[in-house]
């Protein structure tokens, strides 16, 4: 059976000890220290004398310098605790004498006694007197009968004098059920340990288990790279608007399929149709290795061309930040392009002459821009720096650049420049700002969320010759880009997958603005 391998094995196993060890613990905290238990331990045995043969010497002052016999003193710090899960009361002790506990200090002689113990614990000091056994005799100090409750205890500070530091110091008597024993706790000069030794034990099985199931799967993995993954060489050109998302896609498919090489070539998406065209009619059989993205559908007549919907791009109008204008009505845009406003003022702006940057016409771009906003081709190009007349009859000074960046810093740097551009691309550059239409601003959201009307936008086609086998780099390609881990990189880069639930709605338009567009073939 499949699901019968050394990874779920282990992956079972690693769970099914976490369950016992956890259980175990369980039954162990509750039923196996149920005895009556009395632990004691010292934390402080210090020097206050200044004999020095324990190594360490100290520094005193007052009484522990004058007091005789202080020249060999300690103190010690002895704490006493209920550390079982039951009570202990007074008849617990089994001891035939009136006191319960004894604690003998070896070769020291026991000079004082004090007892402390917490503020909610006031009752425990009753019990320390002398008619309850309380009192001590050379190295000997009896403790009195003391109920606690679990987790309870006392401390006492003897002071001791006729020997060294680290002597023995050993606290026994009988109790019922139960016993007296030194704990492990840490002495106040120790950093306690954040877990015990079960619980650190349990920690590295479990560490262990899992490291090894880790492992198990980063060596042993032979699954299947993701969607599909196919080996050989792609080109992907045409729209250098869209190129953007094409290179990041092009990276991660390459990083995700050993054996893929991907080459990102944009240069207008007229021209990578052409391109396409004329790879797929020298190819003697079946689809070249060329995937061409256009900014809208293809022209007419070019039947052996397939197209696959990719995203709903969204466009926008930029103009350069001394041309404080934020709207423009697209009666407005149309009267621009056709050379009939030469100064901003016209509009309401500063007065600045109007410079039209545009795309060459082989931009998609462009094309959206004729098609969706001006109804009608721009006019005619007056200027190759577009700064200067070239033809002098000219109305404006209008000039065409090669791409989307080129167009974005010739707008940026230039007085009065107006231009357009993909619109996540301008959202990010400096000096210039896109422009709304009619009052509809340039927001993918908006889009999405069915409340705009904006006009400047269109469907991203990824086309191919016929159409590819199954089993090729291209189909395998504009799967991950268009059904993938691709849908990320394109909302990253603002712009809307056609196959989410209102990707899929605005993509079955073959006009997104609700027209009825030209055949896509």
């Not at 100290?58 to 007091?67: I, K, Y």
């Not at 917490?118 to 009968?145: C, K, Q, S, V």
Request: aromatic share 6%; charged share 25%; with cysteine.
């Amino acid at each position: 059976m499949d699901w019968l391998n050394a990874e779920n094995l282990v992956a079972v196993g690693t769970a099914f000890l976490g369950i016992v060890a956890s259980g175990v613990m369980v039954w162990y905290e509750r039923r196996v220290p149920r005895r009556k238990r009395i632990g004691y331990r010292v934390q402080m045995d210090n020097p206050i004398g200044d004999d020095v043969r324990s190594g360490r010497p100290n520094r005193r002052l007052g009484l522990f310098d004058e007091a005789p016999g202080m020249a060999d003193a300690t103190l010690v710090l002895l704490r006493i605790e209920n550390d079982g899960s039951q009570g202990i009361a007074r008849d617990d002790y089994t001891g035939p004498e009136r006191h319960g506990l004894t604690a003998v200090f070896t070769d020291r002689t026991i000079r004082g006694v004090s007892v402390t113990q917490p503020t909610d614990t006031d009752h425990l000091m009753d019990h320390f007197t002398a008619d309850r056994g309380f009192g001590y005799e050379d190295n000997t100090l009896r403790i009195p009968r003391v109920p606690l409750n679990p987790r309870e205890h006392f401390k006492l500070l003897v002071l001791l004098s006729g020997g060294d530091v680290g002597h023995g110091i050993r606290l026994y008597g009988g109790i019922r059920d139960g016993e007296v024993h030194p704990n492990r706790s840490a002495t106040p000069d120790d950093t306690p340990p954040l877990f015990s030794r079960a619980a650190r034990l349990i920690s590295v099985l479990l560490t262990v288990c899992v490291i090894t199931l880790a492992t198990m799967v980063v060596v042993g993995d032979d699954a299947p790279p993701p969607i599909g993954c196919e080996r050989g060489t792609l080109t992907l050109t045409g729209s250098t608007a869209f190129a953007p998302v094409i290179r990041e896609v092009a990276r991660k498919y390459e990083s995700d399929c050993e054996g893929a090489h991907l080459t990102v070539d944009p240069h207008g998406s007229t021209a990578g149709l052409r391109e396409l065209t004329a790879a797929g009619a020298r190819a003697r059989e079946g689809s070249p290795p060329l995937v061409a993205l256009s900014d809208g559908p293809k022209p007419s007549g070019l039947a052996e061309l397939r197209e696959n919907r990719v995203a709903v791009s969204v466009f926008a109008l930029v103009v350069n930040d001394g041309v404080r204008l934020r709207n423009l009505s697209t009666a407005d845009v149309r009267r621009l392009y056709l050379g009939q406003i030469t100064s901003w003022r016209e509009l309401g702006g500063p007065d600045l002459p109007v410079i039209l940057v545009s795309r060459d016409a082989n931009s998609g771009t462009r094309q959206v821009f004729q098609r969706r906003v001006l109804g009608r081709g721009e006019i005619a190009n007056s200027s190759v720096d577009c700064l200067h007349k070239d033809d002098p009859t000219a109305s404006v000074v209008r000039c065409e650049l090669d791409s989307t960046e080129q167009v974005l810093t010739t707008v940026a740097a230039t007085p009065g420049a107006i231009g357009y551009s993909e619109l996540n691309v301008a959202d990010r550059a400096e000096g210039l700002h896109p422009l709304d239409l009619d009052g509809a601003p340039a927001s993918v959201d908006a889009i999405e969320n069915g409340t705009s009307d904006y006009p400047y936008r269109e469907i991203e086609y990824a086309y191919t010759y016929g159409r590819p086998p199954a089993d090729s780099l291209a189909s395998s390609f504009l799967t991950y880009l268009t059904r993938g881990n691709g849908q990320d990189v394109i909302r990253t880069h603002g712009h809307l997958p056609c196959w989410t639930p209102e990707g899929l709605r605005l993509c079955a338009q073959r006009n997104p603005g609700g027209e009825a567009g030209p055949s896509g073939g």
